[in-house]
């Protein structure tokens, strides 16, 4: 039997099993070499920065557009910046080229701020008025069209055929007509046609038409017309539109007073484009109805012009009323100069203010000593009871006093409507 093994450990009696003596495998129970790390790179050198620019006020300020739209280089833009905290001047311009560089877009929808065309035609007049301004009465034209037309751009191709139904008052009931979008474009070029003859202009209804009632003219334009209006309608209606403002503002102070006929009644040219600027905004509000479109009322003051003239239509209206028995006849007596009873119509929210319209007499003023009643409205409501869109009887009016003079006096405001 083979004796016992001696331990791992005794290294010095061990042989080989080849019979010399045991020898330990080179390495064997020494400690790991550690791994060899190379020395870290060096960082590279950062680039020396350019050389700052000496450059000249005249350069400098030549730079500011490039600046505004970030177009400088990297040492135009350093010069520029440290010359914008030394110079007051070239600083305020810098910061209107900067604002100025965020009205550069591509044509958008309305939902921009409403009043940013206003603005900048303001700034930019205020800073070069314009050598042939428009006048402030027919603003509200420029304005409503402008907007209705940005409206017009914003809408496919197939929502030019969106019905749309046109609705006002007659006599004691409200009526409507239907039509498309493309329909109610051609409602307008076909009315404010009226307009563009007074001037002299071309009748889009062409020559031996004769003097025609709005809602006549527009049925025989849609009757005449080869094909249903499509979105092609928008060239003419605009280019009209244009073409009444540049009249208008070349032809001076006189042309204001020029009568303009809508068949039965007739309107100075200034109250006329007011008209127009109105039925615009009206039928800009239907087409937007048609195509789930945001759109606001115009701004304050052409919202208050729009009232104010309806304010002073509203007398010779109740006489007709008056005159075909669907109002109440006068109660007293009005001699010339002398006020007769008023109603005190409060418009409330933009636009709004106070008016006393006369019960008795068409040419005769309100008074505030003589108010038999009041009417209290919003704005924008009182505008659309005098398009015919909300029945006199449904409007939610404040009202206190004569009740049969409140009545006349809404009914009244509702005959103002047409096609």
């Given amino acids: 039997m083979p004796g016992p093994r001696r331990s791992a450990d005794d290294h010095a009696d061990l042989t080989s099993p080849f019979g010399g003596p045991y020898e330990e495998p080179e390495g064997y129970g020494a400690e790991p070499e550690p791994e060899r790390q190379e020395p870290p790179e060096a960082p590279e050198p950062e680039p020396a920065p350019e050389p700052a620019l ?46 100025a560089v965020g009205l550069l877009h591509a044509e958008r929808d309305l939902d921009l701020d409403p ?22 009465w027919a603003t509200p034209y420029d304005a409503e069209t402008a907007r ?31 039509t498309t979008v493309a329909g109610v474009i051609g409602h307008l070029l076909a009315v404010d046609g009226l307009v563009a003859a007074s001037l002299g202009l071309d009748d889009p209804l062409g020559k031996g038409i004769g003097e ?29 539109s244009h073409t009444l403002i540049r ?8 042309v204001a007073d020029l009568t303009v006929t809508y068949g039965d009644f007739a309107l100075p040219l200034q109250d006329s484009l007011l008209e127009r600027a ?6 800009a509000e239907d087409i937007a109805n048609a195509v789930a479109y945001p759109y606001d009322p115009p701004s304050g003051s052409h919202l208050h012009g729009m009232i104010d003239l309806a304010a002073r239509l509203l007398p010779a209206a109740l006489a007709d009323r008056r005159r075909t ?95």
Avoid at 83 to 88: F, I, Q, R, S, V
């Fill in 54 to 99: 000496e450059l000249p006020h005249r350069v400098l300020k030549s730079l500011l557009g490039a600046w505004a739209l970030s177009a400088c280089s990297a040492a135009e833009t350093r010069a520029v910046e440290d010359h914008l905290t030394e110079c007051a001047p070239c600083a305020e311009e810098a910061l209107r080229l900067r604002d």
């Fill in 115 to 136: 009043l940013l065309r206003s603005r900048v035609l303001e700034n930019c007049l205020g800073r070069r008025p314009a050598r042939i301004p428009v006048p402030a």
């Fill in 148 to 178: 209705l037309d940005a409206l017009l751009r914003d809408i496919g191709e197939s929502e030019w055929h969106a019905p749309v139904r046109l609705r006002w008052f007659e006599g004691e009931r409200a009526v409507n007509r239907k």
């Fill in 212 to 240: 025609l009632a709005p809602a006549e003219r527009t049925e025989t334009y849609w009757k005449t017309a080869h094909l249903p209006p499509t979105r092609a309608i928008r060239e003419p209606w605009r280019e009209q």
């Fill in 247 to 254: 009249t208008v503002s070349f032809a001076g102070r006189g």
């Fill in 278 to 283: 109105f039925e615009c905004w009206r039928h």
């Fill in 325 to 419: 028995g669907l109002a109440g006849p006068p109660r007293e007596l009005v001699t010339a100069g002398a006020p007769g009873r008023s109603v005190h119509l409060e418009i409330e929210g933009a636009g709004g203010g106070h008016w006393y319209i006369a019960l008795d007499s068409p040419a005769a003023l309100g008074s505030p000593d003589h108010t038999v009643a009041q009417v209290a409205m919003d704005g924008v409501e009182f505008c659309q009871l005098i398009a015919g869109q909300v029945p006199p009887q449904d409007a939610a009016a404040g009202q206190d006093g004569d009740r049969e003079a409140i009545r006349d006096v809404l009914f009244a405001a509702a005959s103002l409507s047409r096609m």
